[in-house]
């Protein structure tokens, strides 16, 4: 296995992963690892964008909770500039401010949160404004990885356009593959993004029809982890994923994996 | 308004600074320059110390909110400049004033051909950012914002080591640099304010190319009623945001 700090991979321009699949399969316990993972050796600045409105636990497996969310930045923005409370230019002189301020940094990794809509109404201007501010912040990090819904429309409307690498997650069953399957076809219509592969978490048994499947509609399964008790144990108990040990297979697969997405960058 | 002259009128604008008794100094970029870093301890090259900078580690922070501040590459492919020259208006840093400070950049740099896409990259300050102990700066649009470690300003850190870092790996990184030089506002928010309207008479010289691009960040814009705005009932809400949109463009640009 070729280790990432001795290959010391330069990015040129951000790199930027999204981490999509069905709910419950893992989405965002395999971003907490993969952060844990690209921050090892601290030779990238990461970004992580928490982008699931309905369950943001990444903050939580992350033991980082960001000081306000893009949605009530949002919110604001928009309070402010329908009842005219700012000047038009302060406010877009000082948008790139807020929502920059809105990250929770740490050494190892810095954290952004979507948050749920507070507003009901149609500001898709609005959606461009602060998808053009985290695409411009985003430019001061190596690789940003993004925790996704499972769907992509919501991603490339409000977070990011321009996805580097689709990274798909399914667990053991059919449905869920079946989702993997359509995230992939809408992945080419909702994204710029040319590379994916599949990840099967929380395997178990005798899994060859699930990769046959997988197979047969031309994903590229770039990794296979195995249920662990350890990882079932951090999550009951709301303990940060990143405090996982060095040794857990669980986490050497996750190493494997973030080889193998960097490599093919 | 042509290169010669938007140039004049900066080299006219600091030395008008200077004779109403400013403190204005010029310092020179180094061909030794690693070699005197060596007795500092501070690291200059270019992407070897990728770290963010805490709040709680900062010694000093330049630009950032509700500082005035800005930063501008301003290109040019005809030799008019003074290659390593760099001019400061205001006093060095010092640790033991303010930690926030008001804060211009100005980089001219001569390249041998400059394209649209040699354009964007010299505006990537991650060049600085990554190549520079304890120092990261954080991207906003036209304005400048970054931080300098504790450690790094009991390194004696100052404006002329940071000049002289800027232009190490901006020719460090670009093969087709000839000639550069860097011009530094600190702590003089109405020589800032000054220089922002001048220098927004240049970007005139990019109306052209920024009108066509706002154009088309308008057709981009998504719309959940596919653009049947006769029907939309936020029509007039949607303007405001194009109006707000197009502002932190034409920023931007």
Redesign the interface.
């Given at each position: 296995m070729i280790n990432v700090k001795e290959k010391k991979i330069?990015m040129v321009t951000t790199y930027v992963i999204a981490v999509v699949g069905k709910g419950g399969v893992g989405k965002s316990i395999i971003t907490a690892l993969l952060a844990k993972a690209i921050s090892e050796n601290?030779?990238?600045?990461l970004l992580l964008i928490d982008a699931d409105p309905a369950y943001p636990h990444l903050s939580v497996m992350l033991n980082l909770k960001p000081k306000k969310s893009v949605e009530s930045i949002r919110s604001e923005?928009i309070q402010n500039?329908?009842q005219k409370q700012k000047d038009?230019?302060e406010?877009?002189?000082?948008?790139?401010?807020y929502v920059?301020?809105a990250i929770e940094?740490?050494?190892s990794f810095?954290l952004l949160s979507i948050g749920q809509p507070e507003d009901s109404?149609?500001?898709?201007?609005?959606?461009?404004?602060l998808k053009?501010?985290i695409e411009?912040?985003s430019?001061?990090f190596?690789i940003v990885l993004i925790d996704c819904e499972a769907g992509l429309e919501q991603i490339s409307?409000k977070v990011i356009e321009n996805i580097d690498y689709l990274l798909i997650i399914t667990d053991i069953s059919l449905r869920s593959v079946d989702t993997a399957v359509t995230i992939s076809k809408m992945g080419k219509k909702f994204t710029k993004s040319e590379k994916s592969g599949v990840i099967i978490n929380k395997s178990e048994g005798n899994i060859s029809n699930i990769i046959e499947k997988i197979k047969s509609h031309g994903l590229d399964l770039i990794g296979v982890i195995p249920r662990d008790p350890k990882i079932s144990e951090l999550d009951l108990n709301a303990i940060p994923m990143t405090s996982i040990g060095q040794n857990n297979r669980s986490y050497q697969k996750i190493k494997e994996i973030l080889n193998t997405i960097l490599l093919i960058n | 308004m042509s290169k010669e002259q938007f140039l004049s009128k900066i080299h006219y604008f600091f030395k008008e600074q200077e004779d109403k008794g400013k403190t204005f100094t010029i310092y020179k970029y180094k061909q030794n320059f690693q070699d005197s870093l060596k007795q500092t301890g501070i690291g200059v090259k270019l992407?070897q110390f990728?770290?963010?900078i805490?709040?709680e580690e900062t010694g000093i922070e330049l630009g950032?909110?509700g500082q005035k501040s800005f930063s501008l590459v301003y290109p040019i492919e005809e030799g008019l400049i003074e290659d390593g020259k760099i001019s400061l208006l205001g006093p060095e840093l010092d640790i033991n004033s303010n930690k926030n400070l008001d804060f211009g950049m100005l980089l001219i740099v001569e390249v041998q051909k400059l394209t649209g896409r040699t354009y964007r990259e010299l505006n990537?300050f991650?060049i600085i950012?990554?190549g520079l102990e304890g120092f990261s700066?954080?991207?906003?649009?036209r304005?400048f914002?970054c931080r300098i470690s504790q450690n790094l300003m009991k390194k004696n850190f100052n404006l002329e080591i940071f000049g002289n870092a800027i232009i190490e790996l901006y020719k460090s990184n670009f093969e087709n640099i000839k000639s550069m030089e860097v011009f530094f506002i600190n702590s003089d928010r109405d020589a800032i304010n000054k220089f922002i309207t001048l220098s927004s008479q240049i970007s005139l010289e990019f109306e052209k190319d920024w009108r066509k691009k706002v154009d088309s960040?308008k057709k981009?814009?998504?719309?959940?009623?596919d653009w049947g705005c006769d029907i939309?009932?936020?029509q007039l809400?949607?303007q405001?945001?194009?109006?707000?949109?197009t502002?932190?463009?034409?920023?931007?640009d």
């Open positions: 330069i601290n030779i990238y600045k923005i500039t329908l038009v230019k406010i877009a002189e000082n948008i790139d401010f920059y301020n940094e740490s050494k810095s109404g149609c500001f898709c201007p609005s959606n461009t404004l053009k501010v411009s912040i430019r001061d190596d409307r | 992407n990728k770290e963010l805490l709040e950032g909110f990537t991650s950012s990554n700066v954080r991207t906003i649009p304005r914002w960040y981009r814009i998504d719309c959940e009623y939309c009932p936020f809400d949607c405001d945001f194009k109006d707000l949109l502002t932190r463009n034409q920023l931007n």
